[in-house]
Nanobody
Framework: QVQVVESGGGSVQPGGSLRLSCAAS????????MGWYRQAPGKQRELVADITSGGSTNYAESVKGRFTISRDNAKNTVYLQMNSLKPEDTAVYYC??????????????WGQGTQVTVSS
């Protein structure tokens, strides 16, 4: 059994910052990619950023230079530092972890989501 839990969302004014955290726990041997996705009302879920176990990162064009993804492999945790936030960043942010169990089963596990609201 695996759990993925996000935290750190909230409300902030334009130009502000937030830091999201996502921790995976349970029967985990290793985690390949970990990523952050977001879904705004009436829109499809989109990739924000992801990071491999080796530290290679990938960002959506809309967040490059403003958001930074990082991870702590020992803690099975991924972070998203969001700076210079804009109203269009408002969305529910979801974490995804590409998990390998001790029995060799591989699957993607989603968190429940955390709301980020950017408004004056």
């Amino acid at each position: 059994q695996v759990q993925v839990v996000e935290s750190g969302g909230g409300s902030v004014q334009p130009g502000g910052s937030l830091r999201l955290s996502c921790a995976a726990s349970g029967r985990i041997l290793t985690i390949y990619e970990m990523g952050w996705y977001r879904q705004a009302p009436g829109k499809q879920r989109e990739l924000v950023a992801d990071i491999t176990s080796g530290g290679s990162t990938n960002y959506a064009e809309s967040v490059k230079g403003r958001f930074t993804i990082s991870r702590d492999n020992a803690k099975n945790t991924v972070y998203l530092q969001m700076n210079s936030l804009k109203p269009e960043d408002t969305a529910v942010y979801y974490c995804n972890a590409d998990i390998i169990t001790p029995t060799g089963v591989r699957f993607g596990s989603w968190g429940q989501g955390t709301q980020v609201t950017v408004s004056s």
